[in-house]
């Protein structure tokens, strides 16, 4: 009897193994969505994140009803306005030290800033930049100040960016011939700053970490990860104007055996069974019992058959309680 259940044990273990999956899918066509496998969605940076601080966390409604552990809040591109309560919500997870990371360009991304009490913008108009890849709406920087963010990156191609205004220093400048309305000068594209006992970084142009630009900036969508990144990491996906998950349902993932894991398998079993034939299972059953005795019973000594009398009489079934016994103890 106790053979056939160690051989089910071991056959249970391996089907649950090789069983298929399914997992929740969603598929959204909204700009700047981590649920957008296409060109200017940011499918492959969230997947990156992934890869490499773990927890990504898609938020589908209003900030202030979910509810922010520490990590790292990601906005990228939003176009929809932000409520009081929201940004009350994002002032608390800052004082709390998480990470407000604010990438954006034309968006709603200055009302974030004004209701946190903060001076500094998105510009809302599009430098001129001399220096192109391919097409002036591709500019190049290659003034990046902060080594994390330079490690193996000789430029950022960008994608008719912003550039941000009403702060003094920043980690990734422009070139200093950049004409912003009537002004030639540097300008800064990536911030850093502290608020509360968090922090906050603004980056003037999404689109860098889009599915089709983050190709060409991969190296530096690694170091942003790397500096700026903690998990877990919430995506603000409510306040994209045309965020509607085209398409919910499963994909299922068929796996193989592993031979390593089953092995695992057949050893976990075979201790167990171990464990059971060389009656350790019921010397630790027994003490047990007398310590539960002991401690209910107040130090008087019981033998098993005692407290399996005891407890039929209280209307457990006496059969049931014996066979434990006998299984147990062998």
């Known amino acids: 009897m106790r053979r056939a259940l160690y051989v089910i044990l071991v056959i249970f273990g391996i089907t649950?193994?090789?069983?298929?999956?399914?997992?929740?899918?969603?598929?959204?066509?909204?700009?700047?969505?981590?649920?957008?496998?296409?060109?200017?969605?940011?499918?492959?940076?969230?997947?990156?994140?992934?890869?490499?601080?773990?927890?990504v966390i898609p938020l589908m409604d209003s900030l202030n009803n979910v509810e922010l552990k520490g990590g790292t809040l990601l906005i990228v591109g939003p176009d929809l306005r932000y409520s009081s309560l929201e940004i009350e919500k994002i002032r608390d997870f800052l004082n709390e030290g998480g990470t407000l990371i604010l990438m954006d360009d034309f968006g709603t991304g200055n009302e974030i800033l004004k209701g946190l009490n903060l001076s500094i913008r998105f510009s809302r108009k599009v430098p001129v930049e001399p220096f192109y890849f391919k097409d002036y709406r591709l500019p190049i920087v290659t003034d990046i100040r902060d080594p994390v963010l330079s490690r193996n990156v000789t430029y950022i191609v960008l994608n008719y960016p912003a550039v941000i205004v009403g702060f003094g220093e920043g980690n990734v400048y422009t070139s200093r011939v950049t004409l912003l309305g009537k002004d030639f000068r540097s300008y800064p594209i990536l911030v850093?700053?502290?608020?509360?006992?968090?922090?906050?970084?603004?980056?003037?142009?999404?689109?860098?970490?889009?599915?089709?630009?983050?190709?060409?900036?991969?190296?530096?969508?690694?170091?942003?990860?790397?500096e700026f990144i903690n998990p877990p990491v919430y995506v603000d996906e409510a306040h994209h104007s045309n965020f509607n998950p085209y398409y919910a349902g499963t994909i299922v993932v068929r796996r193989s055996l592993d031979r390593e894991k089953s092995f695992y398998v057949v050893l976990a079993v075979a201790g167990l069974a171990l464990f059971v034939e060389s009656g350790l299972a019921f010397e630790l059953f027994n003490l047990v019992i007398s310590l539960a005795i002991k401690i209910f019973v107040r130090g008087e000594k019981v033998r098993v058959e005692d407290v399996v009398e005891k407890l039929a009489k209280e209307g457990y079934d006496r059969k049931i309680l014996e066979r434990i016994v006998r299984e147990v103890g062998g």
Do not use: C, H, Q
């Open 16 to 55: 649950f193994l090789i069983t298929p999956v399914s997992i929740p899918l969603f598929l959204s066509n909204a700009e700047f969505s981590m649920l957008n496998t296409k060109w200017n969605g940011i499918s492959s940076f969230a997947k990156m994140i992934y890869e490499r601080k773990g927890l």
């Open 192 to 226: 850093e700053l502290k608020y509360g006992n968090g922090r906050i970084v603004l980056f003037s142009d999404p689109s860098v970490f889009t599915n089709e630009m983050i190709k060409m900036n991969r190296n530096f969508a690694e170091n942003f990860i790397d």
